[in-house]
Nanobody, 119 residues
Framework: QVQLVESGGGLVQAGGSLRLSCTAS????????MGWFRQTPGKEREFVAS????????DYADSVKGRFTISRDNTKNTVYLQMNSLKPEDTAVYYC????????????WGQGTQVTISA
């Protein structure tokens, strides 16, 4: 059973930075595509960023492009989300997710970490 554990959330002022981490256990992390999603109360979970199993530049939602950077370290079974120039509208619970090779959807999800940006 794959487990994903996020960390790094917190409260920061607008314009600040945070780095989220997501560490996987129980699976073959290096073969998974990884993604970050976020959700606010009353809204559907939305895509933030993703990265292929092999790494690379990643893909981003337009709302975070140029401010957020996704990366991974397969030796540590960890994916990161560096968030800069944070805005109050970035406030959400952030989730990481894993997509095994050959699967179209993200199968494994973390429990989420709260990110709150004050104006």
């Amino acid at each position: 059973q794959v487990q994903l554990v996020e960390s790094g959330g917190g409260l920061v002022q607008a314009g600040g930075s945070l780095r989220l981490s997501c560490t996987a256990s129980g699976g073959t992390f290096s073969t998974y595509g990884m993604g970050w999603f976020r959700q606010t109360p009353g809204k559907e979970r939305e895509f933030v960023a993703s990265i292929r199993w092999s790494g690379g530049n990643g893909d981003y939602a337009d709302s975070v492009k140029g401010r957020f950077t996704i990366s991974r370290d397969n030796t540590k079974n960890t994916v990161y989300l560096q968030m800069n120039s944070l805005k109050p509208e970035d406030t959400a619970v952030y989730y990481c997710a894993a997509r095994p090779q050959g699967r179209a959807a993200y199968v494994y999800w973390g429990q989420g970490t709260q990110v709150t940006i004050s104006a």
